[in-house]
């Protein structure tokens, strides 16, 4: 998966992820993406105004098993 060739169509309004199934997308993300991925979900953390989905986002970055994601 490669959530930064995703970044236009995410912002699309023809390609939404249904609130129910982000909190999965973000975590295979930050575990199975590369450090783009991860830099992509860091960002979209710290843009996002919504306090539900920045606990999605931040929780799914969670499951990184990169220890210097841990250590940004």
């Not at 609130?19 to 999965?24: D, W």
């Not at 105004?49 to 220890?67: K, L, P, Q, V």
Request: aromatic content about 12%; glycine content about 4%.
């Amino acid at each position: 998966m490669n959530l930064t060739k995703q970044k236009c169509k995410m912002r699309s309004t023809d390609f939404r992820i249904e609130p129910s199934v982000r909190g999965s997308v973000y975590s295979a993300a930050a575990r199975y993406g590369n450090d783009s991925d991860y830099t992509f979900l860091w960002e979209k953390f710290h843009l996002e105004h919504d306090h539900a989905e920045r606990d999605r986002i931040f929780s799914g970055m969670a499951y990184t098993t990169n220890s210097k994601h841990i250590l940004q």
